[in-house]
């Protein structure tokens, strides 16, 4: 196993997101801002857990227009909450069907804002507010007067620019997860079926140092995949099919999110048609590549790609509505590398580079690499996948 | 590996669990309803992916009154939803920040609802709506004059009877994470630190069958753990120290969850605290399980372990609200298993029974088990651990 990041972040590091944040908020006349969701609230405090798995609990954090979080969050979370960057902690005994947290909550944010005042909550594009809907009108109920405004931009914004300490996360997940597929063809020797080749995927990432797979989607068949987003299945591959894996591997709380394609057996002729096409994506991503650099515009690294499958006389693929998208604490964060996203990249972005063809047989091949928007230009995450599809040699 | 399940349901499952839901529809004058996240999506089509992992793109299905569901999802989707139990399916090219699906959305729910109708969504406790609240916003106003009612208790009541075939799903990852549990003092021997041991864990895990592990908490001391929910950490243990390992593992979509202490070392008298507490939950487990049967309520089986734990001169610890709850397509579901849940067991629901106490040390011990409501009964659906901790020999 590599040498590991530190895990968590300087408590300047929060100061900073906060004041940033709390910048924008002065900016926008927010008094306070609501988050909810794992991801919000892991960057504004460092709080990391896999419990929002459990949709019994809501975990609430309130960042003021100054000062550190506050947290209101079921009792049994308090001590772990204590550790992290919250300047208060309020608490309530969950489960408590019929007040969860929502008074306690108001009584939070009507102490930082006026009766005319302001509250934002995440409630735009690529967003949830994480707690039941009944909830949520009674919480608006309560703040009444006060306004709620939407502030998910301004987060989202604000996620998109990736500290070195970030950056350096990621780069161990994409590095780890690509030595992971590198070893693959050793490590599943002898496999046949998706999913027993999935496993050992699995395994030899955590092995090596992921944290968790929490994205994981393959598809097999010859000359392109039917869909890129399903789990691995029972199917047997055959010599000359192709075995499409994507992967969202983290550590620490964050993404990569890449695939690889690989072909079944040497046989290098049942796989023209495939490799012609991963011939093609490879040329797509050097494209992207070469147009990733700060002041660069979302939709220009799309045309980027998308000019290179055409040159080469391919269309795009159904879901080549986009070519990428971010990465970051989820899978997939703004912006969009597709038509009409204008957000101008900035230092400290990573991205998914995503470019996708239709193949002679109307199948779909996707190509997906991590880069990392720098000061000066761009940087791979993941280790490129060769031009050439690496073969898995089969028993 | 032992056989596993098969995966995915029977057509017939499938319809019988639309009819199930139609019958509380007719009674509740609902002319629709509709189900956005992961685990209502999977229980009523046979959809599953991990792709719910990406926040940009919301995925809909709506059951009508009569018929199959029918899915209104990005374009990216249309083939891997025609495999499943729906009978129709709508797409737009998403992401379309614009018009994320609302308005096709729309036009779905109201051709199957009049104008003076109803329109079920899960809005209650333990639920979400997985979509932005300004498409939600959206939503209700193109759905007007339509009333829009709460539809969560039906549809958790509904996936709290589990079939046959859900069950032996369960069955399986139980045991599997059982055996996995069982075989740590052997995989994990010569690991000191907590995330290396848990690391080993999940890699047996998966050699083992698991589809993944999306839940796992781990913590460690002398004489009880400060919180149940975090994950591992850095820290080494040392001889005596107690470790709590939780885990939700998955298989075809759903989990398991429950923990086991271990002690660390083989020195009987640094743990006898550990190790007496360890023995009151194996008493309380036995107590919570002779109350399980069906027509019992939820809180009768609270009752028995809280008693069981104060008549051995401990108090209940904070978490220990409440001592279990349901299990199924997610980690915690309805019912909780805790004073004023009066929710009446009926075979098929699966629960976790998770007493805890406060230790002499301030601390807490969790013990859990799963467990099963059978026509006549209750079944372990996991091995339940021995009355004694199991020892990690370190190295």
Not at 19 to 48: H, N, P, S
Not at 50 to 57: E, I, Q, W
Not at 120 to 146: F, S, W
Not at 147 to 172: F, G, N, P, W, Y
Request: net charge positive; glycine share 10%; hydrophobic share 40%.
């Amino acid at each position: 196993m590599k040498t590991e990041p530190a895990r968590g972040f300087a408590s300047a590091e929060f100061s900073a997101r906060a004041k940033l944040m709390q910048k924008e908020m002065a900016r926008a006349g927010w008094d306070a801002v609501l988050f909810t969701t794992a991801a919000d609230i892991f960057y504004f405090t460092g709080f990391l857990t896999d419990f929002f798995a459990s949709p019994t609990r809501p975990w609430f954090v309130v960042l003021p227009a100054r000062g550190m979080p506050v947290a209101v969050v079921p009792e049994m979370g308090k001590t772990a909450m204590a550790k992290r960057y919250v300047g208060e902690i309020r608490c309530w005994n969950s489960p408590r069907p019929e007040d969860e947290g929502v008074s306690l909550l108001a009584e939070t944010l009507c102490g930082f804002s006026p009766q005319n005042g302001a509250v934002g909550m995440t409630l735009g594009a690529g967003t949830i507010v994480r707690m039941p809907q009944n909830d949520i009108a009674k919480l608006r109920g309560l703040l009444r007067p006060r306004t709620i405004a939407d502030c998910s931009d301004a987060v989202l914004r604000a996620r998109m620019r990736k500290s070195s300490a970030e950056i350096q996360k990621m780069r161990h997940i994409a590095k780890t997860t690509s030595a992971a597929f590198a070893g693959l063809p050793e490590d599943a020797r002898g496999e046949m079926r998706e999913r027993d080749i999935t496993r050992r995927f699995a395994r030899s990432l955590l092995l090596r140092g992921a944290d968790s797979l929490a994205y994981l989607a393959a598809a097999s068949g010859a000359d392109g995949c039917e869909s890129i987003i399903m789990p691995p299945g029972e199917k047997r591959l055959s010599e000359g099919d192709m075995l499409m894996i994507d992967a969202g591997a983290v550590f620490d709380g964050y993404y990569c999110d890449f695939c690889r394609n690989y072909r079944a057996g040497d046989s290098a002729k049942k796989t023209i048609n495939a490799r012609k096409a991963h011939g093609v994506l490879h040329y797509a991503l050097r494209e992207g590549f070469a147009a990733a650099r700060p002041g660069a515009a979302a939709e220009d690294l799309w045309r980027a790609m998308e000019s290179a499958i055409t040159r080469k006389g391919y269309g795009a693929s159904g879901a080549g509505v986009r070519f990428g998208h971010g990465v970051g604490l989820q899978l997939t964060e703004p912006p969009s590398l597709m038509r009409g996203d204008e957000t101008v990249l900035k230092p400290g972005t990573v991205l998914a580079l995503e470019p996708s063809l239709v193949m002679e047989s109307g199948r779909a091949m996707v190509r997906e690499e991590n880069i990392a928007i720098t000061k000066t230009g761009v940087e791979w995450l993941s280790d490129p996948a060769p031009e050439e599809m690496v073969s898995l040699f089969l028993r």
